[in-house]
């Protein structure tokens, strides 16, 4: 039964321990000295907590700034330079959202660095947590129900289309915008009021709350002014998200980066989803098979 060594990360990679441990395994913690709770081991620096770990599970995202650790609960940063020089040549890293240039630093150490979200299946069931979650921002942050209401959902994608059917659920008017015939043929036989990319514009005004899933700018000065000033506009996207921060603060507009929902409201849930998919990347890994790469975005 492989021993584990959990660093960094949110109420995910706490609820994660749990579970491993419950199953039998050993499990080190390292990178939470500000949460108060129960640890079954606790250690006080990264030496102590790598040894005789097989598998190291770092946090999602994997960092939240250039080459450091994403820590919430820590009150120093950790280095990802420090950690990758200590990994032994057996052991394997397993996170979620690794970017490019920390892929690059893994391979400098002769790391194996497995990224989580390279998952269909994750990338599906975090899709729940984050819909879940964006429609608790938008009723705690609006005096509006959600029921009747005009909403916009960016984006056709897992989250989307999730997020488009929990919307539609609870009574409200979605219009989602697509940018394929697939995704506007799906959105259409699921009910919305489907429009392509180019059609965003004329659906702007009169929408109470957009949701936004693309991952580029697609909110911008340019239609910005076409949205209500007493709209909520919800950007679920990755960096470098889908609203232009800066030109709708200039026009006095609301917009909340809402990025690591599923480790905000559902911490429990999503670490039985990121259990089963470490003990699949696990059992990859004893079969010598490879990670599989993904087919298009990723969820935080």
Do not use: W
């Amino acid at each position: 039964m492989p021993a584990y060594s959990i660093i960094g990360g949110d109420k995910r990679n706490l609820a994660l321990a749990q579970l491993l441990v419950r199953d039998g395994h050993e499990v080190k913690l390292f990178g939470f000295e500000m949460y108060d709770g129960e640890f079954f081991v606790k250690c006080k620096n990264l030496a102590e907590t790598l040894k005789h770990a097989e598998y190291i599970i770092a946090p999602t995202p994997l960092a939240l700034s250039s080459g450091v650790l994403n820590a919430p609960f820590h009150g120093k940063n950790i280095y990802l330079e420090d950690l990758f020089r200590r990994i032994k040549g057996g052991q394997v890293v397993i996170a979620g959202y690794v970017k490019p240039e920390a892929q690059q630093l893994a391979a400098r150490h002769g790391v194996r660095l497995v990224d989580m979200l390279h998952r269909e299946d994750l990338l599906m069931l975090n899709a729940i947590p984050t819909a879940e979650g964006a429609l608790q921002i938008a009723i705690a942050e609006t005096e509006i129900t959600l029921h009747n209401a005009c909403v916009m959902v960016v984006g056709y994608g897992r989250i989307g289309k999730v997020l488009s059917r929990m919307l539609q659920a609870i009574g409200a008017k979605v219009t989602v915008i697509t940018n394929s015939k697939q995704a506007h043929a799906e959105a259409t036989a699921a009910g919305h009021l489907a429009v392509d990319f180019a059609g965003l514009n004329e659906q702007l005004p009169g929408v109470a709350i957009i949701f936004n899933t693309v991952p580029k700018i697609l909110l911008d000065e340019a239609n910005l002014p076409l949205v209500q000033r007493d709209s909520l506009t919800i950007d679920l996207a990755s960096p470098p998200y889908g609203t232009d921060a800066a030109a709708a603060r200039e026009l006095g507009l609301r917009v909340l980066f809402s990025g690591s929902l599923p480790g905000k409201v559902a911490p429990v849930t999503t670490a039985t989803y990121i259990k089963a998919a470490v003990e699949d990347i696990v059992r990859n890994f004893s079969q010598g098979k490879q990670e599989r790469r993904p087919q298009n975005g990723k969820q935080t």
